[in-house]
């Protein structure tokens, strides 16, 4: 599971392990739907002449060709603020820890609760550097895992 550091606000209440509401389609309207420049996967075809493996699913309003206008027509980035918490980035992204006043806390809380790959853990000072630097990685043998 990736793993990236948010600046988030220090009251920020995200259910943990839950993606967050504003990565979701479902956060979509009606007008959303009704803005998206195709209606379906052969109308997309036809207007960018794409062959039919390149679409998602069969009459999803929501394709890879559309992907990045689609999604900021509905599209809702955590608020930024002062708090620290890790965020898991395999999926659409979900928070995994309580907000922290500082990155310290928050690496001694990762040191004790988490993990930086499968079941592998680390100590707070390399949990500090890993999140300092936006790159959370465990290293077994000459194997990285990001």
């Known amino acids: 599971m990736g793993r990236i550091l948010k600046r988030v606000p220090m009251d920020f209440d995200a259910p943990l392990d839950e993606i967050w509401k504003g990565y979701l389609l479902e ?3 009606k007008e959303d739907f009704e803005k998206f420049p195709v209606k ?8 960018n002449g794409k062959k039919k493996d390149f679409c998602n699913e069969e009459g999803t309003p929501y394709c890879v060709h559309y992907n990045s206008k689609w999604r900021k027509l509905w599209f809702e980035e955590v608020p930024e603020g002062e708090g620290y918490q890790m ?3 395999t999926t659409e992204g979900s928070p995994q820890t309580p907000v922290f006043k500082t990155l310290q806390e928050l690496s001694e809380y990762c040191a004790n609760n988490c993990t930086t790959f499968a ?12 999140l300092e630097d936006d790159k959370v990685h465990h290293t077994k043998g000459n194997t990285t895992f990001v």
């Not at 379906?40 to 207007?47: G, I, L, M, N």
């Not at 079941?119 to 890993?130: F, G, I, Q």
């Open 40 to 47: 379906s996967c052969d109308e997309c075809r036809e207007k």
């Open 87 to 89: 965020w898991e980035n």
């Open 27 to 29: 956060n979509a309207s």
């Open 119 to 130: 079941h592998y853990k680390t100590t707070k000072e390399k949990w500090y550097k890993m």
